[in-house]
């Protein structure tokens, strides 16, 4: 099942994804994995660090098709429970982490400074619901059209993930 709603300041997607909770879990919390799918279809992810703990810290690096343009985010894990819960926050950054204004990334007047990512997963016995609530989005900024790009190429990864174990 897919499905989407955007609000006037969030953005939730609801996904059921053909593999084990722990496999969806390791998509948003293995760097490696989460380079090979995060972003909207055409772009690459050269930097993601991760330190999976509350209280640590994410840098992320998203780069265009032809490379011109990068957008840096950081945060940091407000909560996380195995399997379960991810909550992290992200504010636009520069490419050594320091928090800068969404104006200087290009985005829209009103941008938040910082929203929050919550992931929901629900064990469905070999399958998984997945529950992403983008808080603090505007509408008008097209991200919900990022993030259901980027869960088809999640849903691509997990099965060549699964056909090559």
Same mark, same amino acid.
């Given at each position: 099942?897919?499905?989407?709603?955007?609000?006037?300041?969030?953005?939730?997607?609801?996904?059921?994804?053909?593999?084990?909770?722990?496999?969806?879990?390791?998509?948003?919390?293995?760097?490696?994995?989460?380079?090979?799918?995060?972003?909207?279809?055409?772009? +690459?992810?050269? *930097?993601?660090?991760?330190?999976?703990?509350? =209280? @640590?810290?994410?840098?992320?690096? &998203?780069?265009?098709?032809?490379?011109?343009?990068?957008?840096?985010?950081?945060?940091?894990?407000?909560?996380?429970?195995?399997?379960?819960?991810?909550?992290?926050?992200?504010?636009?950054?520069?490419?050594?982490?320091?928090?800068?204004?969404?104006?200087?990334?290009?985005?829209?007047?009103?941008?938040?400074? +910082?929203?929050? *990512?919550?992931?929901?997963?629900?064990?469905? =016995? @070999?399958?998984?619901?997945?529950? &992403?609530?983008?808080?603090?989005?505007?509408?008008?900024?097209?991200?919900?059209?990022?993030?259901?790009?980027?869960?088809?190429?999640?849903?691509?990864?997990?099965?060549?993930?699964?056909?090559?174990?």
């Amino acid at each position: 099942m897919n499905d989407s709603t955007i609000t006037e300041d969030a953005v939730v997607i609801e996904r059921t994804f053909e593999a084990a909770v722990n496999i969806i879990w390791q998509m948003w919390t293995d760097p490696e994995h989460f380079k090979q799918w995060y972003g909207p279809q055409g772009f +690459t992810v050269p *930097v993601a660090d991760m330190d999976l703990r509350v =209280g @640590g810290k994410r840098l992320i690096c &998203m780069a265009s098709p032809d490379g011109s343009m990068k957008m840096w985010t950081t945060g940091e894990f407000t909560e996380i429970v195995s399997s379960e819960r991810l909550v992290y926050t992200e504010s636009p950054a520069d490419e050594n982490g320091n928090v800068v204004s969404p104006s200087a990334m290009g985005m829209p007047d009103g941008y938040p400074a +910082t929203t929050e *990512v919550t992931v929901l997963l629900e064990d469905l =016995g @070999g399958r998984t619901k997945m529950v &992403m609530t983008h808080a603090g989005v505007p509408a008008s900024s097209g991200a919900g059209g990022g993030w259901e790009q980027a869960f088809d190429k999640l849903a691509d990864h997990i099965a060549t993930a699964l056909n090559n174990k």
